[in-house]
């Protein structure tokens, strides 16, 4: 399987240059993994701002309901500083198609970063969004999101490579005609309904295109079905679901003993003893010996390169 190269922006401090407050960089297996198979957009938004390295570091504060990027030390304000370079660099930007930005980061941090009750308080909640962050999603609310700290979990990163990747070919599709709109959403049917059998159904309604609308106007649509969907984590249940029903083209042809071995294998799965890849390989074995065609070009088994498909990474 061809895979198109996703387009992400990443927190530069990441695998790409020292910048932290303390001239430090931080080490990220996925995007180090990443870097062979996606384009980087690497950005610091408090370098971008004006600040150096190593510099005093900031805080984000709610003073009266507003949230403002404080430096304890000097008693510098830097809000606008950085709304101003959020809003340039977020308008400058096109063809994106993801975001992995530092954990608990006051201006990166996509969640639970300290928030501060006033200037002077040093006990801060932790129910905040970085100053950047909170920018990224405003312009890009359809888009992945991730910090590299969530990346670790398996479940989260299947769900963020699988969506960066879906939305990359996706882009791909979106220069070419009705054909290859049905051509993605044929192979990627199985993929979307493990996300979302309901956004599945509608998508395929566009598609049919009962109205006879324009084809900018079908795209359109369901470019937004599939943001959608997407959206709609893969969970335990729904992969099962799709697994049972590409199992249903093999009912005739495995013996009752592998089908019971195979199903199984999918409580094993659902009961969190073993992940997805083991039924999934199962499936690939079947989809090879019986020289299924339709399956094998379901991106549901590969949807994104497989040397990504690591079960731990720190
Ligand atoms: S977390 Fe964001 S602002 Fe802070 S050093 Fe990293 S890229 Fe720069």
Redesign the pocket.
């Known amino acids: 399987m061809d895979f198109e190269k996703p387009r992400i922006v990443v927190?530069?401090?990441?695998e790409f240059e020292p910048?932290?407050?303390n001239g430090l960089m931080?080490k990220s297996d996925i995007v180090k993994k990443l870097k062979d198979y996606a384009d980087f957009l690497p950005?610091?938004?408090?370098?971008g701002m004006g600040l150096g390295v190593p510099r005093d570091p900031i805080r984000v504060v709610n003073s009266r309901g507003k949230l403002e990027l404080f430096q304890p030390k000097t008693g510098k304000i830097f809000t606008d500083e950085m709304n101003e370079f959020s809003k340039s660099f977020l308008e400058s930007i096109s063809d994106v198609d993801g975001f992995i930005?530092?954990n608990k980061?006051p201006?990166?941090g996509v969640k639970a970063i300290n928030i501060y009750p006033s200037f002077e308080d040093s006990r801060p909640s932790k129910d905040g969004i970085g100053l950047?962050a909170s920018k990224v999603s405003k312009y890009f609310p359809k888009l992945p999101l991730e910090d590299e700290g969530r990346l670790r979990n398996l479940i989260i990163r299947e769900n963020f490579l699988t969506s960066i990747f879906t939305i990359a070919s996706f882009r791909r599709t979106f220069s070419g005609g009705l054909n290859d709109l049905i051509t993605f959403h044929t192979k990627n049917k199985l993929l979307l309904m493990s996300h979302s059998p309901y956004y599945l159904k509608i998508m395929g309604n566009t598609l049919a295109n009962n109205d006879n609308k324009s084809f900018d106007n079908i795209k359109a649509e369901y470019q937004g079905l599939l943001f959608r969907s997407l959206a709609e984590d893969q969970n335990p249940s729904l992969n099962v679901n799709v697994m049972m029903h590409a199992m249903g083209y093999f009912s005739k042809e495995i013996k009752h003993d592998e089908k019971t071995l195979f199903l199984n294998t999918l409580n094993d799965y659902k009961d969190g003893r073993i992940p997805r890849l083991v039924c999934l390989k199962m499936l690939e074995l079947w989809i090879t010996r019986f020289e299924n065609e339709y399956l094998a070009e379901q991106t549901f088994f590969k949807p994104y390169p497989p040397d990504l498909m690591q079960i731990t990474f720190i």
């Open positions: 927190s530069k401090c990441i910048c932290r407050y931080i950005v610091c938004p408090e370098v930005l530092k980061s201006s990166c950047f």
